[in-house]
């Protein structure tokens, strides 16, 4: 699968009208397969979507991208960084993008158990600055729905946030 294919584009569309991130991890990782470019791509703008979620990108978020990064990608901590500065940056581009695009190919290249870790890893970056907005919680909803995923896996992933969650807080 190419890094195109993932992102989808139509004949009219262009990599710069779409995003530009998996451009940019080709030049990054010239030395990393395809398949694990994608999976980077897709998981990487994944958190940076949660981490926007808000539209602010707080210290502890991009620590707890980076730390999620090191989990999935056998890339060294100048890589990570880059990926991450790569997906920050280019976060306008990857929310406007549907959730399916992400979810197809990290559908077919991870284990279930792998996706419910991304589950996690995506509600532990929205539970960064300590709330879990209800916007938050739908966005990996909708991941969760994309990857395949049965709602009870959801709401394990969700649990692991439990005290974090807006919906349950007292204004």
Partial sequence: MSLWDFLKLGKTSTPESIASLPQKLTEL?????E???VKIA??????????????????SEIEDIKTSLKQWCKLSDDQIKAVTEVALTEVAALASLDVHQYTGALDS????????G???ALF???????EVSI???EF?????HGLRLDHHEYVAARATVLSHLKILKKD
């Fill in 29 to 33: 990782l010239p030395d990393v397969d």
């Fill in 35 to 37: 398949e694990t470019r």
């Fill in 42 to 59: 897709a998981i990487s703008g994944l958190l940076a979507c949660v981490a926007n979620a808000d539209f602010k990108v707080t210290k």
């Fill in 109 to 116: 290249l991870l284990s279930d158990e792998e996706k419910v």
């Fill in 118 to 120: 991304v589950l996690e």
């Fill in 124 to 130: 532990h970056i929205a539970a960064s600055d300590d």
């Fill in 135 to 137: 916007d938050e919680s």
């Fill in 140 to 144: 990996i909803r909708h991941v969760g």
